[in-house]
Nanobody, 114 residues
Framework: QVQLVESGGGLVQAGGSLRLSCAAS????????MGWYRQAPGKQREFVAR???????YYADSVKGRFTISRDNAKNTGYLQMNSLKPEDTAVYYC????????WGQGTQVTVSS
């Protein structure tokens, strides 16, 4: 079992930065891939970024070059550094742990004002 708790969301002006954290319980986190997804009002949940247990990262085209995903397996924590934020990045951001099971956090709101 893995429990995920996101934090770090908030209100920021366009061009600003935020760092999201995903704190995990359970040893499976270290061997699972970790991802970030987001859901804007009225839209489906969409992929943002993913990092394998070995550290290989993948990004949606919409965030490539602006967002950086990372993980610290010793701390059982994942991160999403978001720079150059745009109003269209406004959404609830969810952490995901996938591999041995598929687990989701409760989400953290990110609002980018223009």
């Amino acid at each position: 079992q893995v429990q995920l708790v996101e934090s770090g969301g908030g209100l920021v002006q366009a061009g600003g930065s935020l760092r999201l954290s995903c704190a995990a319980s359970g040893s499976i986190f270290k061997i699972n891939a970790m991802g970030w997804y987001r859901q804007a009002p009225g839209k489906q949940r969409e992929f943002v970024a993913r990092i394998s247990s070995a550290g290989s990262a993948y990004y949606a085209d919409s965030v490539k070059g602006r967002f950086t995903i990372s993980r610290d397996n010793a701390k059982n924590t994942g991160y999403l550094q978001m720079n150059s934020l745009k109003p269209e990045d406004t959404a609830v951001y969810y952490c995901n742990s996938e591999g041995y099971g598929n687990y989701w956090g409760q989400g953290t709101q990110v609002t980018v004002s223009s």
